[in-house]
């Protein structure tokens, strides 16, 4: 209030100090600004803009041999197709609505709503599918009855379409800095999945694997609605959010269990979907991001239940953080984080037998783990000259756990990081961009996690012409663990992980008509570490050095091609190449049927676009877009799930604009 009162007085003495000086001015100077109409001269007038809207008709041809992951993500049926848009601008409204039908499986629409600046609306329905292999099982020693195979699914096809609604709704209270909000977000999967179960006992004697149909329904939902507003220098904003996932359909299987020395025989239930649900809070607070320094705070609450054990899981988020920019080129950033999470579960579970309602097994349960996290990050930014920035950032974490002794899990981690960045221009025509980064963990609570990892990235764009743009671009990172947990045994052991991605892009425009791109890309992943096994009599072995790794390969070469005012043509061709096993060397897991098998894997798969466009008059054109696609498997490998596959898809349509 003071500050407020102190500008004021000083607005009133600049006015009466002028004064003067204006009563000098002459009368015509006076009078010509006494005629001014601000308000009318210098209002701004929206222009008019017409509607325009576009509609578009026609027919998808599909033919599909072998597999349909061939297009994995694609509904593999004929179908109709159409879409369109309209716009329209009659200020102070604003429309807008875009929507495209391929199939049942396959639609896309975006509607938007807007009042000038006091109502804001989007809703986006988006809908997609997912073609899904079926696994065939193999008896590996069909002369003993344990274990054994029964495939109840034998020529089965198996997919998901998904479904996802998002909203948006925005308002404003007029002449003052108060927004109202709503967020919805709502996912629908349904479809029919493999599953495959270990039957029998469930004890290590009389097994049966098994798969089967399963039908899957299930619902996501989750709502946000929040306020926020400006009070003088500082913004705040909080939210309320609700979270929901229901299973619609057949959430439990049930099947025949034969008798253990643990559980009499009968039909239990297994594989079950829990409904779960959730609420929470957010409230953040920052200051002005003008001036040198900005402050910000947030707080998180949420709170998680599953609605068929009773678990329940509480999670609490502060953060704050300080920026400091004390000149343009320089500028540094503080962070904290303090992460409290608490999780509850029964200490019973009760399973009832199908096959004797009146008997009921009670089986106790381990405690979760609870657990409190604390981060640190400390940011740095320095730009000496025009062209050349560097970065530095540091970062420390540190996990407490409770109770993590029974899970075989150590009591606190610790994590400390450093990534350095620099980016300059080399030359007008030459970008270059560098980045490394080294983390330490001390207690890792995964076998997956390192203990020391190394990580760089380099990035190089040169323009050696202005119709020539080239990319190089190269990502390392390699891991190293050198005691791995194993709960029967304390046996050295260790852990390497190399991984690798570089990229290569180059586009040429050949004449104002005519341009052309190319790229290739290489990754290779590996995994080298000892695993523990037991053998049959329950003796721990130790398999040193087994040997896991991924490589894969991909060409691309494209054109687009506007051969006259009227015709344009396009063409794109990928080819991807990609090879993985794993080599273990214990006896126990090479007869009679050698693990290995299991994962190799090598196959090619080739995919060609091209399209075209001949635009006639009064807006009417026709579109041609034809894709194949072609799956092989080169190992021919009888235990993996890749299958030969092949598909041509031809979409024939007509547009109208108006």
């Known amino acids: 209030m003071k500050r407020i009162l102190l500008l004021g007085g000083f607005f009133f003495l600049f006015i009466c100090s002028a004064l003067p000086v204006a009563s000098e001015e002459s009368a015509d100077e006076l009078a010509l600004f006494e005629s001014l109409d601000i308000e009318g001269d210098y209002a701004y007038e929206f222009p008019a803009i017409p509607p325009s809207a576009h509609l ?9 041999d072998d597999s349909s992951r061939v297009f994995e993500y694609e509904y593999l049926k004929d179908s109709v197709i159409f879409g369109g848009d309209l716009r329209t601008f009659m200020f102070p409204h604003r429309f807008y609505l875009n929507f495209d039908f391929a199939n049942k499986k396959d639609y896309f629409g975006d509607l938007r709503y807007a009042y000038g600046d006091i109502v804001l609306f989007r809703w986006l329905n988006n809908s997609y599918y997912h073609n899904l292999e079926n696994i065939l099982l193999h008896d590996y020693d069909p002369l003993t009855s344990s274990p054994g195979v029964d495939i109840r699914d034998a020529g ?74 400006h009070f003088g220098l500082v913004e705040v904003d909080f939210a309320h959010i609700e979270k929901r996932f229901d299973v619609d359909k057949a959430p439990v299987l049930a099947d025949a269990y034969s008798g253990s020395g643990l559980r009499p025989a009968g039909v239990y239930e297994h594989s079950r979907i829990p409904e779960l649900e959730g609420s929470g809070n957010t409230f953040k607070i920052h200051t002005s991001y003008t001036g040198q320094w900005v402050a910000s705070a947030s707080f998180l609450q949420n709170d998680r239940k599953n609605k068929y054990s009773g678990a329940k899981s509480d999670v609490k988020i502060g953060a704050g953080s300080l920026m400091w920019n004390p000149m343009t080129s320089l500028a540094f950033a503080l962070r904290y984080t303090h992460r409290d999470l608490d999780n509850k579960n029964p200490a019973h579970v009760d ?82 961009n560098l ?7 001390d207690d890792p609570a995964y076998n997956t996690e390192p203990e020391d990892s190394n990580a760089g990235s380099l990035a190089l764009t040169w323009l050696p012409h202005p119709a020539v743009n080239l990319l190089f671009g190269y990502d390392l990172d390699r891991q190293e663990r050198d005691n791995l947990n194993f709960a029967n045994t304390d046996d050295p052991r260790d852990r390497e992980v190399d991984l690798d991605n570089a990229r290569i892009l180059a586009t040429f ?23 523990a096994y037991e053998n049959l009599a329950g003796e721990p072995q130790i398999d040193k050095n087994v040997s896991m790794h991924q490589k894969a390969h991909v ?23 990609s090879k993985g096993k794993f080599n ?70 007509a547009t109208k604009k108006w």
Do not use: C
Not at 56 to 64: A, C, E, K, S
Not at 400 to 412: K, V
């Open 509 to 531: 425009q050949l004449s104002p008509k005519l341009t052309m791109s190319t790229t290739y890309s290489y990754m290779r992943y590996e995994v080298v570490q000892d695993l």
């Open 156 to 229: 089965d096809g198996y997919g998901i379409g998904t479904r996802e609604n998002k909203f948006h709704l925005m308002a404003k209270v007029p002449r003052f800095p108060l927004h109202l909000y709503f967020d919805g977000f709502y996912l629908v999967k349904d479809g029919d999945v493999q599953q495959r179960n270990l039957l029998g006992s469930g004890f290590f004697n009389n097994l049966q694997r098994v798969s089967q149909r399963r039908r899957l329904d299930n619902t996501t939902r989750i709502y946000k609605i929040g306020a926020n507003s």
């Open 351 to 432: 399973i009832s037998n199908f096959a004797d309602p009146a008997s009921t097994l009670s089986y106790s349960v381990k405690r979760p783990i609870s657990s409190n996290t604390d981060t640190l990050h400390l940011i740095g930014r320095y730009r000496p000259k025009k062209g050349l920035t560097f970065r530095a950032k540091y970062n420390y974490q540190k996990v407490d756990r409770s109770r993590a002794g029974i899970w075989s899990l150590p009591d606190s981690t610790t994590r400390n990081g450093i990534t350095l960045t620099a980016d300059t221009r080399l030359h007008s025509t030459v970008l270059f």
């Open 555 to 577: 060409f691309n070469l494209g054109g687009y091609y506007h051969l006259s005012e009227a015709l344009y043509l396009l063409g794109e061709v990928t080819y991807t190449r």
């Open 584 to 653: 273990p060397s214990s006896a126990d897991l090479l007869e009679p049927v050698s693990v290995a098998s299991f994962s190799r894997m090598e196959q090619d798969y080739l995919l060609l676009h091209l399209g075209g466009r001949y635009m006639f008059d009064r807006g009417l054109s026709m579109d041609l877009d034809y894709r194949y696609g072609d799956l092989e498997d080169r190992l021919d490998n009888i235990y993996d799930d890749i299958e030969d596959g092949e598909a041509h898809i031809v979409m024939l349509s």
């Open 56 to 64: 578009h008709l026609g027919y998808r041809f599909v033919d599909l």
């Open 435 to 441: 980045k490394y980064a080294y983390k330490n963990v």
